[in-house]
């Protein structure tokens, strides 16, 4: 029995001891955020998330190379330039700079932003021309997109050009500063108001970005002319005169499109001069004298263009205005603003006895017959682009110049300016008012 036994433990008959197998080894872990995580699932997690983030990586740098870069990508000598608002060709302002801005060889043309035709939404039926605008663009490799936040934040020196609707003009000047503009240049008056140009140029010494509005008639030869010669007779008197030259039955159109109304969006040319070069200022104003005759200052209400009965609405301005200021320093100026008066401007330089000692015309007769030769070969083109091309194009080319050099641009009216030029022109309208309708 004894060794029956012991025969059957030799042959593993499942004594507790016999049927036991060596315990198993516990699975390697790593320890991750506090939690013990299986090695080899760690592993396999991280190999996975390397391959994605791998391939967003070359994703991400092809789709970089894909993106469009401008007219003239890593030119050296160049800066980046972006124009908002574009508007419609040959109608537009800030299609009329962008037509200059792909000419400059210092400049390349990276992107437009126009936040109404190219937005679907807004825009059902896009115009032709504009159609063609984009086909060109797109072949000179220029980013075409709906709203500013639509672009790559700015890595090169850029320029903003600012030429949208004028109550739009702050939310892309706030939305330029916070992609990196270097310099906004921005077409006048800025903003619809003092308030709101205030906390633009807040902002814009906060970030570091220069800012000039594009007050052609500062850098004008006729104005310079006036300027120098008035500043070498005693007690001169200069008067400005400015005119459009719409049609009557334009006006409504002409209203509704320039809602800043006119002192703001076209005397105010003539208001930055009077800050410039005669320091006036609303606080050094002794004497304002609205000339009431209805030839030269009328306030018109018209049929706002695309409303219909039964709810038409109306919109009211000035067809024309003319004024003098006298400041406190014995300083005498007069401007005057006529929207159908005619393609030309001048300024008269008179003595301290009120005679006419020079008269200086904008454009002069070989100007003029140049011009309406342009006007009869492009009738649709907007006859002050042909007048005024080349102050437009000196103020770019000084700012861009300045941006190469690292300077500030000469002769230019800064936003300071600006500000003096809107207060002068609420200032301006409100004296209108009171002096029209106390008629």
């Known amino acids: 029995k004894k060794d029956q036994d012991l025969a059957e433990q030799a042959a593993g008959s499942g004594t507790p001891e016999q049927e036991s197998s060596e315990p198993e080894s516990a699975p390697e872990t790593v320890e991750l955020f506090g939690f013990e995580v299986d090695k080899a699932i760690f592993y396999g997690v991280t190999l996975f998330l390397a391959v994605v983030l791998s391939a967003g990586i070359v994703f991400q740098l092809d789709a970089e190379k894909k993106r469009k870069k401008g007219n003239r990508p890593n030119t050296p000598g160049t800066v980046d330039v972006v124009v908002v608002g574009t508007g419609m060709p040959k109608r537009g302002m800030g299609w009329y700079h962008l037509t200059q801005l792909l000419e400059m060889k210092t400049v390349n043309v990276r992107a437009i932003v126009e936040p109404f035709f190219l937005n679907p939404e807004l825009c059902k039926n896009v115009p032709e021309s504009f159609v063609k605008l984009t086909e060109s663009l797109d072949e000179a490799d ?33 939305q330029c500063v916070a992609k990196g503009a270097s310099v906004i240049y921005l077409e006048k008056p800025g903003a619809p108001s003092v308030a709101e140009l205030e906390k633009m140029k807040n902002l814009a010494d906060k970030a570091g970005t220069k800012v000039y509005i594009g007050y052609n008639k500062n850098v004008s030869k006729y104005v310079q002319k006036t300027v120098d010669l008035a500043r070498k007779i005693p007690n001169s008197m200069v008067y400005f005169c400015h005119n459009n030259a719409y049609q009557k039955a334009d006006l409504p159109e002409c209203f509704a499109r320039n809602s800043e109304g006119m002192m703001k969006n076209m005397a105010i040319h003539e208001l930055a001069l009077l800050v410039t070069f005669f320091d006036v200022r609303v606080e050094s104003i002794d004497k304002f004298k609205v000339n009431t005759d209805k030839l030269f200052s009328e306030k018109l209400t018209v049929w706002k263009p695309g409303t219909t009965l039964p709810k038409p609405e109306y919109v009211s301005d000035f067809s024309r205005a003319a004024f003098k200021i006298i400041t406190k320093d014995g300083s005498n100026v007069a401007v005057m603003a006529d929207r159908c008066g005619g393609n030309f401007s001048f300024a008269v330089v008179k003595d301290e006895s009120g005679k006419e000692v020079q008269k200086f015309e904008f454009p002069d007769q070989e100007t003029q017959s140049k011009v309406d030769e342009q006007c009869k070969q492009d009738p649709e083109m907007m006859p002050y682009f042909f007048l005024q091309s080349d102050d437009y194009l000196e103020l770019k080319t000084r700012v861009v110049n300045s941006m190469l050099a690292g300077t500030d641009a000469a002769g230019l009216a800064t936003i300071d300016i600006g500000l003096n030029a809107l207060k002068l022109a609420e200032f301006g309208t409100a004296q209108l008012n009171k002096a029209l309708e106390a008629l």
């Not at 075409?144 to 003009?169: E, H, Q, W, Y």
């Open 142 to 174: 220029v980013e075409m997109v709906k709203s500013v936040d639509d672009l790559r934040p700015f890595r090169r020196p850029t320029m903003c050009l600012i030429a949208g609707r004028t109550p739009d003009n702050p939310k892309f000047f706030a």
